[in-house]
């Protein structure tokens, strides 16, 4: 209305402040109904008073759809639009003495992560009018404030050192339920256009540049202390004391990242502050810290030799022996984050606690927790090792592996959460595919790669599977289908055969499962009787299926699965496996477990499906 009601010579001295705050509203507001409103009032000024400044380019850019997802507002479009220095500054002091005061911590990350993006394209400015400011509130009484500008620190750091790629939301549009439920016309509005293409190549150059020297001497001794500082305020105690701490992890990865030299002062302080997050009982803590330590000992593990090993050895003889399981679970975590260097001087002892940590005690000192974090540890030293040019594992190394993983698949540990171990399942499954990925991999690029994989191995990997494949959780039942899937597109090519493997192909490959999709996708058509509309787009939004993929984040899983996770569709598939005789114990252990679960449905499907398999059998 209020770009019908004025002429444009009337109002073309206010213009400038208009287009800035309808883009802050459109781009940077928590709502998805303000982004889209201010960008129809933007698009309405454009074409009625034409003096915004890169209007139309902008519209192109900024429309309905790319609006819509909020960590696509933020992290893709608010870059392109703040390249017009007519937008830039109003930008970046909207996101650092606003948006990262807001109430919503996912949102405070997010204005974080996009001041990491617009930093290399004005880093003078960002450098020396935002960054100090925002130091000075990282010591500030308000949680919400202080927490804030620490994130907003710690991802300035990283995008003025040239790793703005490395912001903390990089991860964070990953397997998006509305993505998924975007029609394919709606995917390509979606997609990059002209103006968008141009400033991206422009962009990868300027993103990579180091511009850590524009931060000035005293602000930048300041964001080192930082993590002192906070200590000695006592900010890890009470209220807020555990946001902090991520926080404060997240600042010691940016530094670490993005090169800086610390003093053995400070070495030491960022290692005992670490120390202390990874040993926390909380979960998110943990992961924070673990994180930090990734690139912690990647940066400095020849800065201070020593200390370092101090620091390991402290892991190495705590991590199997502490009663305390928050202290078990962390220093397991920790032993995958440490740089190969370190590992590889005392690779046996790692190996040895990991084991250790991955068997089933009959005590009270007893976590499944432990065991998750333990295999996993496992897989990923061992897939980093065997992706190294010098070779300093063996097959005793990777035969070891498969049957300390084989091992977990046992755990059926049962505690007041009911079926604990299915977690244990789960990570065991995701890391055997993982080996076998690597292995595939490396068969690929050598023939003659001196690590082995014997066809029974890898049949009993695929038997493992097939058994959780046909039990009762409907979590872990995805988690295995949609790895089986994966294996049989991405990881059996250079593997060696195994009993039935055409069989097993002939369900898991990706054309039969684009059929099965199809087959179950017009089952629910027919059934719900919907309309034409709703028909054109994909059932994804409506399913069972994405919301427990979401759930369960499935790591490594590329492109579309199967409702691996719904009994009426899995059951019909499985069963008849049993009629080969390399499968019939482990499909029949599962379907047990299946058939005589208390679930209905899980009982129901499952019965009906062996009776089906057992009359036509005869």
């Known amino acids: 209305a209020f770009a019908r009601a004025y002429d444009p010579s009337l109002i073309k001295d206010y213009m400038l402040g208009l287009a800035q705050h309808l883009l802050i509203v459109s781009l940077f507001d928590r709502e998805v109904n303000c982004r889209r409103a201010a960008s129809a009032a933007f698009q309405e000024h454009v074409g009625r008073q034409g003096t915004f400044p890169h209007g139309i380019d902008i519209l192109t850019e900024a429309d309905y759809f790319t609006l819509g997802i909020r960590t696509n507002a933020y992290l893709k479009v608010a870059p392109f639009v703040a390249h017009y220095e007519e937008y830039f500054n109003e930008f970046v002091d909207h996101l650092a003495f606003v948006q990262l005061k807001n109430w919503d911590p996912e949102l405070r990350k997010l204005a974080a992560a996009t001041l990491s993006l617009l930093a290399p394209i004005n880093p003078e400015y960002v450098a020396k009018k935002v960054l100090p400011k925002l130091v000075e509130s990282c010591l500030n009484e308000s949680l919400l404030i202080r927490h804030g500008a620490i994130y907003g620190v710690s991802e300035i750091i990283l995008g003025l050192a040239g790793k703005s790629h490395m912001h903390c939301c990089v991860n964070i549009a990953k397997d998006s339920i509305f993505l998924k439920s975007l029609s394919q016309n709606e995917r390509k509005l979606m997609k990059a256009g002209e103006y968008m293409g141009m400033f991206k190549e422009k962009y990868a150059q300027m993103r990579k540049k180091n511009n850590r020297d524009c931060i000035e001497k005293p602000v930048f001794d300041e964001i080192l202390e930082l993590v002192s500082k906070i200590d000695k305020a006592r900010l890890y105690r009470g209220k807020g004391g555990e946001t902090m701490r991520n926080g404060v992890c997240r600042l010691v990865e940016c530094v670490a990242n993005a090169g800086i030299k610390l003093n053995n002062t400070l070495l030491k302080k960022y290692m005992a502050t670490l120390d202390e997050c990874i040993t926390k009982p909380i979960d998110d803590i943990q992961l924070s810290a673990e994180n930090a330590l990734k690139a912690f000992s990647e940066h400095y593990h020849e800065e201070n030799k020593k200390e370092f090993e101090t620091f390991v050895q402290k892991f190495l003889s705590k991590a199997s022996t502490d009663p305390n399981v928050a202290v078990t679970r962390g220093y397991t975590r920790a032993l995958s984050c440490l740089s190969l260097p370190i590992l590889k001087g005392c690779l046996d002892k790692v190996f040895t606690v990991l084991e250790e940590n991955c068997t089933i005690k009959q005590n009270e000192s007893d976590d499944a927790d432990t065991r998750k974090f333990a295999i996993g540890a496992y897989d990923e030293i061992l897939n980093r090792l065997l992706n190294e040019q010098e070779l300093i594992v063996d097959t005793k190394h990777v035969e070891k592996f498969f049957d300390t993983a084989f091992n977990l698949m046992r755990d059926y540990t049962t505690d007041k959460r009911g079926d604990i171990g299915s977690i244990v399942r789960e990570a065991s499954m995701y890391s055997i ?82 059929k099965l999709l199809k087959q179950e ?7 719900y009787s919907l309309n034409e509309e709703i028909k054109s787009k994909t059932f994804s939004s409506i399913s069972t299926q994405q919301v427990s993929i979401e759930e369960v984040n499935l790591k490594g899983v590329e492109g579309f699965v199967y409702y691996w996770n719904l009994p009426h569709c899995v059951f019909p598939l499985i069963v008849p496996l049993l009629q080969y005789p390399e499968y019939t114990f482990h499909v029949l252990v599962g379907l047990i477990i299946s058939v005589g679960g208390l679930t209905e449905s899980i009982s129901k499907h499952s019965y009906q499906a062996l009776m089906d398999y057992l009359s036509y059998a005869g």
Not at 503 to 508: R, S, W
Not at 521 to 527: G, I, N, P, S, T
């Open 521 to 527: 996708q017009d089952r629910l058509a027919k059934e």
């Open 433 to 514: 595919v993982n080996t076998l990925k690597t292995l595939n991999k490396k068969y690929g690029e050598n023939k003659d790669f001196p690590i082995k994989l014997s066809s029974e191995t890898l049949h009993r990997c695929v038997l493992v599977l097939l058994q959780q494949l046909v039990e009762k959780i409907d979590r872990t039942r995805l988690v295995a289908g949609s790895l089986l899937q994966n294996l049989v597109d991405n990881a059996l090519d250079n593997l060696p055969d195994f009993p039935r493997k055409a069989e097993i192909i002939a369900i898991f490959n990706k054309n039969n499962i684009q």
